[in-house]
């Protein structure tokens, strides 16, 4: 479902834009920005310029029923603009159901009479990243860009740069590129003047470094309501290129940036106040303010400096669970808390403290099957320099990194039993771990060494044995591979648990905020297996959090506005109340809505008659067709007695829709499946059985 009048772009625009960022901003300024998401930058840095081209034609009508009827007849008569808008209606399902063929009918005709609106609508749907449909062409969409951009189009100007510089669909032509560049800027593209702001800066692109040229375009781009632009040209006040260096101004504009809410902004404004730049004082509590607002937006860089605060207490107080919550969050988990472990086994910027070391070191092993850790630990343990040497403990974890794969383990293991170290000297076990570290493809190098060494002070008879040990021994490997890669069970007893609904192909789950709001540990039951989940963004004004769990192809449920639900109207919701009584099944019920407001007639929120009980928080509330319309989220319980005098029975409420997607827009994209109208209502039973599929357990722990 795409937003209104926005599309996707496919064959490897995003992937094009990247590697241009690369190249005109520079390497080291997109990778601090963007942790390695092309994507997000892209979204920043397009601003709004993704949309299908209306025309505005005097008289339309505002109702959009009448609208269509409206340019239907004008577009009959060959009106150019009536054309065009027919087209966007029908490949939006603006007012009308999508039909690709009818749009590109209409978009054709408007095209015929050089309208490079329609061209430019055409070359976004032959790029449509929307599978619904089988138009895709790199080279056609590429050509109706091209046309459009030539009949003034200054979008499509930007998205010819964007093509011929990445040469895909048009020959790649830097000269002819640039043209077209300088032609979206002069027109005001601001993603086009920051482009060619950064061309000037960094001296790509076929133009020589200009830095007063390059902050020139930066400020026209900051001017338009760029939000990276204010980034870029921050940085160039604070470094004094092509302006007057101006701490002051660099600051003013990191600032915006943070009112606009970028998370790339925040990290650089929490940065400042770590390092006591631009004027600010060395701050560490409100460096970790504004890392912890860009972390709750899922920015890795800003999630491992939350970790780091909250393992070192910085800026916070000390909370290992935190910690550790915020630096699991890492796509490179694992990395980020051996990184945390190696500042306190040497010293880096905190006390030496082996104990702490190896504390991080175990939290790094913990995530997936990472080997490094266990070995980093054993190796303190060899050393005795920051704790006390302990060759016992040391081979205790040398060997879970041998069984988890490590070969330079297996073959450590080995050495430890040839020569009594922290066990009882045993050759032939020895021999059989340098039989497995020796093996395969990639032997270790001094395994094979080792091992004939040993077999020679052996014999045959001895090294027959060690080589059936050494069976035993991959046995155990193989298991141990298995059991890694098996989904994780939940555990026995979670802390509290709750509901939530999957409201994306890709694994993001809606649910409320308190439910997940203690957890340093979370999992999801889903219908295919139970996965860990992160938590992403959190509303706590609206009671309101997105998780993610890992995988793809999930079943989600359509999300709809709340405005048209009625009093009086029937909902339901699933849920999983009280598990351990009632157990691991999903339970419906079904009431009505009783008031549109809720407590103090907070209009957030409605209230329900559906029974609810611990468990069900998070969960969805469904209307009669099976969209979702809200999420459970509290009950008016037994301290009410104490006031009313009375036992309230059946008022619960759940939180509106409306105040959910904003949110959820991030995560929502083309495949999030419409909507039900009204008037499709399903069967009662068949709304369940659909919807019980995307109603997932959250276990909190």
């Known amino acids: 479902m795409h937003p209104q009048g926005s599309i996707k772009i496919r064959f490897g625009l995003i992937s094009i834009l990247y590697a241009l960022c690369i190249s005109v901003l520079g390497a080291a300024t997109v990778a601090k920005r963007m942790d390695i998401e092309a994507f997000e930058l892209m979204g920043e840095m397009m601003g709004d310029v993704i949309k299908f081209q209306k025309i505005k034609i005097d008289g339309c009508p505002n109702d959009k029923n009448a609208e ?53 609508t055409l070359g976004l749907i032959y790029a449509d990243a929307d599978d619904s449909h089988t138009i895709n062409d790199v080279n056609l969409s590429a050509k109706w860009f091209q046309r459009s951009a030539d009949h003034g189009c200054a979008i499509a100007q930007y998205w010819v740069y964007l093509i011929m510089s990445g040469g895909r669909g048009l020959p790649k032509n830097e000269p002819e590129a640039l ?134 207490g910085r800026g916070v107080e000390k909370n290992e669970q935190e910690a550790i919550r915020w630096l699991r969050k890492r796509s490179d988990a694992d990395v980020s808390l051996v990184t945390l472990g190696n500042k306190f086994a040497t010293g880096d910027g905190v006390v030496k403290n082996g104990d702490e070391a190896v504390r991080w070191y175990r939290a790094a092993a913990e995530v997936g099957n990472a080997l490094s850790p266990l070995e980093k630990i054993a190796e303190l343990y060899i050393a005795g320099d920051s704790v006390s040497r302990n060759y016992s403990e040391a081979l205790k974890w040398y060997r879970l990194a041998a069984i988890r794969g490590s070969q330079i383990a297996q073959n450590t293991v080995g050495e430890m039993h040839a020569r009594g170290e922290g066990t009882p000297k045993d050759e032939i076990e020895a021999l059989a771990w340098f039989y497995v570290s020796a093996a395969g493809n990639t032997p270790y190098p001094q395994a094979p060494q080792n091992r004939d060494s040993m077999e020679q002070r052996l014999g045959r008879e001895m090294t027959i044995i060690a080589q059936q040990r050494s069976k035993e021994i991959f046995k155990e490997i193989e298991a141990n591979k298995s059991s890694a890669t098996s989904p994780t069970p ?68 359509a999300i709809t506005s709340s405005g048209p639900i009625r009093l009086g109207q029937m909902v339901a919701t699933i849920g999983f109340p009280n598990i351990q009584i009632q157990g691991f099944s999903p339970k419906l019920t079904r009431g009505e809505i009783n008031s549109l407001n809720g407590i103090g007639d907070d209009p957030r929120s409605w209230q329900i008659s559906a029974p609810i009980q611990p468990g069900n928080s998070g969960g969805p509330l469904l209307d009669e067709s099976g969209n979702l319309i809200g999420v459970v989220v509290s009950k008016l319980g037994l301290k009410v007695t104490q006031v009313t005098g009375d036992i309230p029975q059946n008022v619960n409420y759940a939180v509106k829709s409306a105040y959910a997607m904003p949110l959820l827009e991030p995560y929502l994209d083309n495949k999030t499946p419409q909507a039900s109208s009204v008037g499709q209502r399903l069967n009662f039973e068949d709304m369940v059985a659909k919807a019980q599929q995307s109603v997932v357990l959250i276990l909190v722990y």
């Open 68 to 120: 269509g009827r409206w340019y239907l007849k004008l577009a009959g008569q060959g009106n150019a603009a009536a054309q065009n808008n027919l087209g966007v209606k029908y490949a939006t399902g603006d007012g009308v159901p999508k039909n690709y063929p009818a749009a590109l009918r209409w978009l054709n005709e408007a095209a015929g009479q050089n309208s490079a609106a329609a061209e430019f």
């Open 179 to 312: 043209n077209y560049l300088r032609k979206a800027a002069d027109q005001m593209v601001p993603a086009a003047e920051l482009l060619l702001g950064g061309l000037y800066k960094n001296g790509n692109g076929g133009v020589a470094v200009d830095k007063k040229e390059a902050a020139k375009w930066i400020q026209k781009a900051a001017d338009h309501n760029l939000p990276f632009a204010y980034l870029e040209l921050g940085e160039m006040y604070e470094k004094g290129e092509g302006v007057a260096q101006d701490n002051a101004e660099s600051l003013k504009w990191l600032r915006k940036s943070v009112s606009q809410d970028s998370p790339y902004g925040q990290c650089g404004l929490a940065k400042a106040y770590a390092e006591g730049r631009l004027g600010l004082p060395k701050d560490d509590a409100a460096s970790f303010k504004y890392y912890l607002l860009a972390a709750n937006q899922a920015l890795e860089i800003a999630s491992y400096e939350v970790g780091e605060a909250y393992a070192l």
């Open 490 to 557: 939940p555990e026995t007893s979670p802390k509290l648990s709750g509901t939530g609904s999957i409201i994306s192909l890709h694994g993001h789950i809606l649910t409320a905020a308190h439910v997940v709001a203690s957890a340093s540990k979370i999992s999801v039951v889903t219908s295919n297996g139970t996965h860990a989940a992160n938590v992403l963004r959190i509303d706590e004004s609206n009671d309101l959090a997105v998780l993610k769990i890992e995988g793809e192809d999930y079943t989600p449920l």
